[in-house]
Every structure is written in structure tokens, then in C-alpha cells.
């Protein structure tokens, strides 16, 4: 099982990398801001009625053709803790954050590393939660 804590700014971070890509295309191809505004909302109904799994593939066909949407994938999922962090249970009593750090960091840079413990002893309470830098960790 997994527990994941997840924050609002996802979206905002989204809107940013479109935004980029668009002020790049439309200084590229030489439209309007109107025209990409435009074209993106008929792209929205477009894509609206599609399941999950259908936009998955649409969006997994692209990306083994444009490497830039592969880049701007990773980037968005290193930018959403969602996806990088995990929940760690079955920790020993006497475990630190330390201890899972040195454990975990041989997977990839971790940002944060915590167990949790009891206020009133300083023990761990059996789990903890690593939070690394990027996804791929």
C-alpha cells in the first residue's frame, strides 16, 4: 500500500510548460496567441470524451515520436511529489531517518527522508516516508 501526499500546484505547472511551448510555436510557425488559444480549446473538446487508457496511448504513440514530450512528461512528474514519494512500513523500532536515508539513497537523491516516531518515547512507529528528487528514483 501506498500513502501519498499530494499538492495544488500541479496545475500551475502545467499551464507554465504549455505556455512555453506555446510562446516556441507560435514564434516558430509565425500564429497568433488567439490562434493557439483558439486551437487548444478545440483540442480540449476534442480530447475530452476519451477514457484514461485511450489518452495513455495517444499520449504514449506521440512520445516515442517527439522526445520534447517525453521531456516535458518527466519534468511535470519530477515537479509533482505524487510521484515520487513512497511510503515505507515494517520499519523496525529502534530504525532513524538516517538509517532509511543511507538505505534509500541508493536508489537516487532523496529530498526528504522521515520516520515517524512516538512523542512520548522517540521510537519509531514502524513506518516513514522517502521522498526523492526525481521520478526515477
Given amino acids: 500500500k501506498r500513502k501519498v501526499e499530494v499538492e495544488e500546484e500541479a496545475p500551475e505547472d502545467i499551464a507554465a510548460i504549455k505556455e512555453d511551448e506555446e ?3 507560435s514564434e516558430a ?3 497568433s496567441e ?3 488559444e483558439e486551437d487548444e480549446e478545440d ?3 476534442l480530447l475530452g470524451p476519451f477514457s484514461k487508457e485511450q489518452l495513455i496511448d495517444i499520449i504514449s504513440e506521440n512520445a516515442k515520436k517527439d522526445p520534447q514530450l517525453v521531456e516535458n512528461i518527466r519534468k511535470l512528474a519530477d515537479k509533482d511529489p505524487a510521484h515520487r514519494k513512497i511510503f515505507v512500513r515494517g520499519l523496525g523500532w ?7 536515508k543511507s538505505v534509500f539513497s541508493q536508489y537516487g ?4 527522508c522521515t520516520v515517524i516516531v512516538d512523542k512520548g518515547t522517540g521510537k519509531s512507529k514502524g513506518y516513514g516516508f522517502v521522498t526523492f ?3 526515477d528514483g
Fill in 23 to 25: 510562446n516556441e510555436n
Fill in 29 to 31: 510557425d509565425g500564429s
Fill in 34 to 36: 488567439a490562434e493557439v
Fill in 43 to 45: 483540442l480540449k473538446k
Fill in 94 to 100: 529502534d530504525t532513524t531517518s538516517e538509517a532509511l
Fill in 109 to 112: 537523491e532523496l529530498e526528504e
Fill in 133 to 135: 528528487k526525481h521520478m
